[in-house]
């Protein structure tokens, strides 16, 4: 089993409650995102980071949980996006390290969330109207000229189960 873990989580609490999401429904069969959350009193807990995997999940959802743990349902959707972006590896290092530095710098300019999964994955909160052109402009530069792959995350709706 291989788990995607947050290092760095944006709602990181003092006691965030860890729980899991498969990600087999999303065909990432073998491999298991650690969510941090922040539980509610009516039960449900809050997604205090940026999903890397998994799908139709955003920072502030509420979800419910398995008695294993496991995230089984989105509860109330909090209207939040994930941008992700995956960069590629490429022989010149130095034109990667000016594209990363140029996204962390407009990502913070546009006032977002982010989270990094090593040196070429970003995931990106996007809250509802929020303006982003700038960073999105930047990510599809990277697309067309790099190779990178960017998708939003909530394009297939969380499901604990494959269609």
């Not at 920072?59 to 989105?74: F, I, T």
């Not at 995956?86 to 710098?105: F, H, N, Q, V, Y």
């Not at 970003?122 to 792959?149: C, H, I, K, T």
Request: net charge negative; proline share 6%; hydrophobic share 40%.
């Amino acid at each position: 089993m291989q788990y995607i873990v947050h290092d760095d989580p944006v709602g990181r609490a003092e006691s965030n409650y860890i729980a899991q999401a498969d990600l087999a429904p999303f065909d990432l069969d073998g491999q298991i995102e650690q969510l941090c959350l922040l539980p509610e009193e009516d039960g449900t807990y809050v997604v205090a980071c940026i999903p890397f995997m998994t799908y139709g999940l955003a920072l502030g959802d509420r979800v419910r949980l398995s008695p294993a743990a496991r995230v089984v349902e989105v509860a109330r959707a909090s209207g939040h996006r994930v941008l992700r972006t995956l960069l590629m590896p490429s022989t010149d290092a130095e034109r990667l390290g000016r594209s990363i530095s140029l996204i962390k710098d407009s990502i913070k300019e546009s006032g977002l969330l982010s989270e990094w999964l090593g040196e070429h994955f970003v995931a990106v909160d996007v809250p509802p109207g929020s303006g982003m052109s700038p960073l999105f402009a930047l990510l599809q530069r990277e697309v067309d000229e790099a190779g990178a792959f960017r998708e939003w995350a909530d394009a297939i709706p969380f499901s604990t189960t494959r269609s």
